[in-house]
């Protein structure tokens, strides 16, 4: 048998499997009694849409020297949603209404999503 994790989309909304994922991950870390146990480990496939997509890129991110480990915990997964959250879904009005049409292919910028990142969890 398989376990598999799928996480949904939505925006600013994905705050909320964010803040299962930490409810899940350290009731995993007390169970354990490793405070570097990560919920990753516990699934065969995790997989997401959106704001699920960039959870799971977050949560199977290696670690450095340890490829079979992930670098980033739950924990820091949902502070992305909560310090930068306002900045990576903020799209125009303008990118809105050529959304709408099918003009452009994505919403919110990817280039934001990047920017916020380096910034808050890759740079050291």
Not at 85 to 111: C, D, H, M, P, Q
Request: net charge negative; proline share 5%.
């Amino acid at each position: 048998m398989k376990n598999i994790l799928a996480l949904d989309g939505g925006g600013i909304r994905g705050i909320i499997p964010a803040m299962v994922l930490v409810a899940l991950e350290e009731k995993l870390q007390k169970q354990t009694m490793d405070p570097n146990e990560r919920i990753a480990s516990y699934f065969d496939f995790i997989a997401g849409t959106s704001s699920g997509g960039i959870l799971t890129s977050i949560l199977l991110y290696p670690e450095e020297g340890n490829p079979t480990h992930p670098k980033f915990s739950a924990r820091d997964a949902l502070n992305l949603f909560v310090n930068h959250g306002t900045e990576i879904f903020n799209a125009s009005k303008w990118r809105r209404f050529l959304g709408g049409f099918g003009l452009v292919s994505e919403l919110y910028s990817s280039n934001t999503l990047s920017d916020c990142i380096d910034r808050s969890m890759l740079t050291p």
